[in-house]
């Protein structure tokens, strides 16, 4: 893989650490969301470990 694609890989993994950052920080968090995303960043996480 090119290493644009895990630059794009990163950023997206650095945009859902904030959106879940976000989404906690929250009165009344939603856990369906949070879940979704963080299982949306750990398939991120193994794909950029994959391409290493």
Known sequence: MSISHLSALKSRH????????NEE???APDAALLAQ???Q???IKEEMLAVN
Request: no cysteine; hydrophobic share 40%; aromatic share 0%.
């Open 25 to 27: 920080r929250r009165p």
């Open 14 to 21: 650095a945009d859902l650490d904030a959106r879940i950052a």
């Open 37 to 39: 995303m963080k299982k």
């Open 41 to 43: 960043k750990l398939k």
